[in-house]
């Protein structure tokens, strides 16, 4: 687990904003999660994205890790971003179920680009979830 630009919190809800683009967290089993803010904070190198959240177990041991990039309108940076931190973090967060979340501010355009980034995602084990303005995830 990540111990620096963090919160461990069992919230019930929290919330991820920037600007007009969030992601909900729906903790109704009031487990307990890390939040870690990543840009501007978590030092990793190139680009990164805005948060990581982990979900741990009972004994703090991190079963699942969601990667969150809130963006304006440009998916290919977005992803990109995902992609960098996630290789940044694969010595911390191995044999870890991952899913990249990408937030924008509209419905973006998939093009053979970003399907090319869904691709590599998909081949390393990640799930890559697309949304626009806000988006929900219950853990």
């Given at each position: 687990m990540i111990k620096t630009c963090n919160k461990l919190t069992k919230d019930k809800i929290r919330v991820l904003e920037e600007k007009s683009r969030k992601l909900i967290i729906n903790n109704s089993s009031l487990a307990s999660f890390n939040v870690v803010k990543v840009d501007g904070c978590y030092k990793t190198t190139g680009n990164k994205c805005?948060?990581?959240?982990?979900?741990?177990?009972?004994?703090?041991?991190v079963t699942k890790v969601y990667y969150v990039e809130l963006?304006?309108?440009r998916l290919s940076d977005a992803l990109e971003q995902l992609l960098e931190t996630i290789n940044y973090c694969l010595s911390i967060h191995?044999?870890?179920?991952?899913?990249?979340i990408a937030i924008?501010?509209?419905?973006p355009q998939i093009t053979t680009g970003i399907q090319?980034?869904?691709k590599k995602m998909k081949n390393m084990g990640i799930e890559c979830i697309i949304k626009s303005s806000i988006?929900?995830?219950s853990i």
């Open positions: 805005d948060y990581l959240v982990e979900i741990t177990d009972k004994l703090n041991v963006k304006g309108c191995s044999e870890k179920n991952k899913i990249a924008l501010s509209r419905v090319a980034y869904q988006y929900t995830v």
